[in-house]
């Protein structure tokens, strides 16, 4: 069973620094594209930025240049650098990956349960 588990969210200042992290657990040939999404209340869940396997990166344009994606594919974690945090980037965070599971030819994309990221003074 692969699991994606996330941590790292909690409360933070404007201005100030949080990084999330998101490991894959199971039996796992690969992962491929690995990303962090965005859901704030009322609005639809939004991409944020997306590495690939070789780290490509894209990004939000409503993040560029104050978030930072990364991985370790040796640990199969994904890490989310977020610097000069806004109160418009509290939002629950959850990680996503595209993963061949073991035994499978197949990609499956695999999502986390979410970390609260709030922004406040």
């Known amino acids: 069973q692969v699991q994606l588990v996330e941590s790292g969210g909690g409360l933070v200042q404007p201005g100030g620094p949080l990084r999330l992290s998101c490991a894959a657990s199971g039996s796992i040939v690969s992962i491929n594209d690995m990303a962090w999404y965005r859901q704030a209340p009322g609005k639809e869940r939004e991409s944020v930025a997306t590495i690939s396997y070789r780290c490509n990166t894209n990004y939000a344009d409503s993040v560029k240049g104050r978030f930072t994606i990364s991985r370790d594919n040796a640990k199969k974690t994904v890490y989310l650098q977020m610097n000069s945090l806004k109160p418009e980037d509290t939002a629950v965070y959850y990680c996503?990956?595209?993963?061949?599971?073991?035994?499978?030819?197949?990609?499956?994309?695999?999502w986390g349960q979410g970390t609260q990221v709030t922004v406040s003074s």
């Open positions: 996503n990956a595209g993963v061949i599971p073991a035994g499978l030819i197949n990609e499956y994309m695999y």
